[in-house]
Nanobody
Framework: QVRLMQSGGGLVQAGGSLRLSCVAS????????MGWYRRPPGKVREWVAL???????VYADDAKGRFTISRDNAKKTVYLQMNTLKPEDTGVYYC?????????????WGQGTQVTVSP
């Protein structure tokens, strides 16, 4: 199992920026695709951005142009830089390790970090 410890998040006004970090530990041989999902209030979990071991990244449409995902393999850390935040970005953000395609019951998850964007 890979353990994921998140940091960052908090409260910011619309248009502001936040940075999330996530450090992996444990069975580091299983570190694969890493990324971020979020759960908006009252909604289901949705993916935000994923990044492969080689640095290839994909973004959900709403994140493109505003969010940047990066990783430092030596530090076993993935980051999410979020700029031009909107109230719709509010939610609990979860760090993820696993495959490109999320299957039920698979993957490793961080503890979750609240991001709140005020109008």
């Amino acid at each position: 199992q890979v353990r994921l410890m998140q940091s960052g998040g908090g409260l910011v006004q619309a248009g502001g920026s936040l940075r999330l970090s996530c450090v992996a530990s444990g069975n580091i041989g299983r570190i694969n695709v890493m990324g971020w999902y979020r759960r908006p209030p009252g909604k289901v979990r949705e993916w935000v951005a994923l990044i492969g071991r080689g640095g290839d990244a994909v973004y959900a449409d709403d994140a493109k142009g505003r969010f940047t995902i990066s990783r430092d393999n030596a530090k076993k850390t993935v980051y999410l830089q979020m700029n031009t935040l909107k109230p719709e970005d509010t939610g609990v953000y979860y760090c993820y390790n696993g495959a490109w395609v999320l299957r039920e019951g698979e993957g490793d998850w961080g503890q979750g970090t609240q991001v709140t964007v005020s109008p």
